[in-house]
């Protein structure tokens, strides 16, 4: 098992940055694909990002493209999703988690974090 734990999550104001770390402990072996969701209130959980275990090959949602970065630390055992230009949009709890293979929806992830709250002031 994967145990996840997010955190970076606050108060931003439109056009700020946040950074959210997400730490991974057990058999991290199985994380060979970590994401990142979110989901706002009323809304389905949708996928934000995602990277493989080498950090080689990363995946991104539209609405994020040019705005957040996804990158991992191994040594660290931590996955981070840089948040620059921030929108009111992006106001959501954000989920880390992680897969085996895939990445692109959540299905595809055995393992979620708890989530941390992020919101942007307009």
């Known amino acids: 098992q994967v145990q996840l734990v997010e955190s970076g999550g606050g108060l931003e104001q439109a056009g700020g940055s946040l950074r959210l770390s997400c730490a991974a402990s057990?058999?991290?072996?199985?994380?060979?694909?970590m994401g990142w969701f979110r989901q706002a209130p009323g809304r389905e959980r949708e996928f934000v990002a995602a990277?493989?275990?080498?950090?080689?090959?990363?995946y991104y949602a539209d609405s994020v493209k040019g705005r957040f970065t996804i990158s991992r630390d191994n040594a660290k055992n931590t996955v981070y999703l840089q948040m620059n230009s921030l929108k009111s949009e992006d106001t959501a709890v954000y989920y880390c988690?992680?897969?085996?293979?895939?990445?692109?929806?959540?299905?595809?992830?055995?393992?979620w974090g708890q989530g941390t709250q992020v919101t942007v002031s307009s």
């Open positions: 988690a992680a897969s085996q293979y895939g990445y692109g929806i959540p299905t595809d992830y055995d393992y």
């Open positions: 990277i493989n275990w080498s950090g080689s090959s990363t």
């Open positions: 057990g058999r991290t072996s199985s994380a060979g694909v």
